[in-house]
């Protein structure tokens, strides 16, 4: 006869209906599984076109804020850059300001990737938005900027949706 303890197979029920980081996780998934089959013909995966549009500024960013943005540590940070630096997409240099430092940017074949990008992933995010009912998306998006401990950023005067950047800009 086992003395092991026995969990009810009730709890197990309990965890998989109610549990908020399992139901995060698979959301993620899914979400993570759906823009890596949508931006492939840019060449890109989700994580890729996230932090390569984190470098997009008008001046190059230390490593430390672009791995707060994206929730990474630095080493994380530095081996997801390392493929894009390979295709010539991201450089990374030191920071004139603190040597031990490095800023990050895109180059040019990087930005012009973005661009192709960019549509795709505005097609793809605006059928997500269109598939929720009215007012969710932009719940959900304060919900879970609240369980990351994120402050929502305001939106964009009078913008709904992200602009059409790929038809304005030709692309």
């Known amino acids: 006869m086992s003395n092991s ?7 197990t029920l309990l965890v998989r209906d ?3 980081c399992l139901h995060v996780q698979r959301a993620a998934r899914a979400l993570a599984r759906l823009f890596d089959d949508a931006l492939r013909p840019a060449g890109l995966t989700n994580g890729q076109f996230s932090l390569m549009m984190s470098l997009n500024r008008p001046e190059p960013p230390p490593m430390g804020p672009v791995a707060a943005l994206l929730a990474m ?13 390979r295709k010539g997409w991201v450089t ?7 040597r031990r430092g490095r800023l990050l940017s895109l180059t040019a074949e990087g930005k012009a990737v973005l661009i192709t ?7 793809t995010h605006a059928a997500l938005d269109d598939g929720l009912a009215g007012g969710a998306v932009t719940r959900l998006r304060h919900d879970l900027q609240a369980l990351s401990g994120v ?9 709904r ?10 692309a």
């Open 92 to 98: 990374v240099m030191e920071n004139p300001k603190d």
């Open 151 to 159: 402050e929502a950023p305001k939106p964009a005067e009078g913008s």
């Open 18 to 20: 109610t549990c908020l």
């Open 161 to 170: 949706r992200p602009r059409q950047i790929g038809r304005a800009t030709g």
């Open 117 to 123: 990008a960019l549509p795709i992933w505005e097609s």
């Open 5 to 11: 303890i026995e969990i009810p197979f009730s709890t």
């Open 73 to 85: 540590d630095q080493t994380t940070l530095t081996a997801a850059l390392k493929p894009l630096q």
